[in-house]
């Protein structure tokens, strides 16, 4: 696929989805968030394409929303009609939130790489994603406190989920800084490394452990721990029951069980 803000590869199973304006620190324009739903969109129905890791070109993961977008809703939202303008601009968010929305909502596992900055959206865009990691260097903020908004598509409503519900309240209300080492910490991220490169090489790994395994059981897994997310336990293990009772005598299943018996690494297909 081409893109304007993106940068897309894939190679062995592992798609590497790259934030693409490094002369404006990532900020995510009205052109990004539409990729990045085509992106999702693409991840999902890719066989080849396993797993996705998201990555920021430059020396930011990402500054957050671009402010010249929100500079120019009141232009996209103009109408004689207050209701009908205002209906515009809700109209808006909830594409927005859509956006991040889909990478929930794409069956393969999305890996966020987090170098530098990730502020504001930022932190609506990795809190989306399965599994979070970051380098030392690494520093998140939830801005928009300082530019005088609430934040609006998904970080009041994921990050409480990731650190609790104490520590999601400080962030938001402060909007103070939080390191690589810190983040860590409070459970943001599932590991800092010490170097960009050593993030790296340290997510491409994990991405390569993720890519060999069985990929219906890893949609299988994903869709589940996202369902058990918002429901009940008894609702979880129902749902899980339909899936193995549709999915479970796969051929992945057989392949485990031949490749173990005959000690070696077992291959699945796309």
């Known amino acids: 696929m081409e893109f304007s803000t993106l940068e897309l590869t894939l190679e062995a199973g592992i798609a590497i989805v790259a934030l693409n304006r490094p002369d404006k620190a990532n900020a995510m324009s009205e052109p990004m968030w539409y990729e990045i739903g085509r992106a999702m969109e693409w991840l999902d129905a890719t066989p080849e394409a396993r797993v996705g890791v998201l990555v920021g070109r430059g020396k930011y993961f990402t500054s957050g929303i671009d402010l010249a977008m929100l500079m120019g809703l009141g232009a996209r939202i103009e109408d004689d009609c207050d209701g009908r303008s205002r209906e515009k601009l809700r109209r808006v968010i909830l594409d927005l939130q859509d956006t991040l929305t889909s990478i929930e909502r794409c069956r393969k596992p999305v890996l966020a790489a987090v170098h530098g900055a990730c ?79 050593m993030l790296h090489q340290g997510v491409m790994e994990m991405a390569r452990t993720i890519a060999a395994k069985s990929p219906l059981s890893i949609r299988g897994c994903k869709e589940m721990i996202t369902y058990a997310r918002d429901h009940s336990i008894a609702d979880g293990l129902n749902h899980v029951a339909t899936w193995n009772a549709a999915m479970l005598l796969s051929n992945d299943l057989f392949e485990a069980g031949a490749a173990n018996m005959q000690k070696r690494d077992p291959v699945f297909r796309d």
């Open 119 to 197: 502020i504001g959206g930022g932190i609506d865009l990795i809190t989306a994603c399965d599994m979070r990691y970051c380098s030392a260097d690494a520093w998140f903020a939830v801005r928009e406190i300082d530019v005088g908004m609430t934040a609006d598509v998904g970080t009041l409503q994921r990050l409480p989920r990731l650190v609790g519900d104490g520590m999601a309240r400080e962030l938001a209300y402060t909007g103070r800084r939080v390191d690589g080492a810190e983040a860590q910490q409070m459970r943001l991220v599932n590991r800092c490394f010490d170097t960009p490169e």
